[in-house]
């Protein structure tokens, strides 16, 4: 008897698994310089938005603590990392 879940296909597993370099960027093609700072501002972001959720901080209570607006809160919240540089992101 098959399990619910087993349709009796099995899916393509033509893939190479292989190592990470560290930085996702770099492993999906990105230029050295561009992965870089991609992952600086991934983990600039990522920890803002710790601070914000350990504080449990509203955007508004968020954008008054960093002295920045509210809908800069909600880009960051949304990962919208193209808004960000990274010199922003460490003021």
């Known amino acids: 008897m098959r399990n619910s879940r087993d349709s009796g296909k099995r899916a393509n597993r ?7 370099s ?4 770099a492993d999906l093609g ?5 992965a870089e700072n991609f992952l600086a501002r991934t983990i600039f ?3 803002i938005k710790k601070v914000i959720r350990e504080n449990g901080w509203t955007q508004a ?4 603590h960093l002295d920045v607006s509210q809908p800069r809160i909600s880009d ?5 990392i193209e808004k960000f540089s990274v010199d922003m992101l460490m003021k």
């Open 45 to 47: 972001m990522v920890e």
């Open 76 to 80: 960051l919240m949304h990962g919208r």
């Open 22 to 25: 560290g930085n996702v960027f």
């Open 14 to 20: 033509d893939f190479e698994i292989i190592d990470s």
């Open 61 to 64: 209570e968020a954008a008054e």
């Open 30 to 34: 990105f230029p050295a310089e561009e």
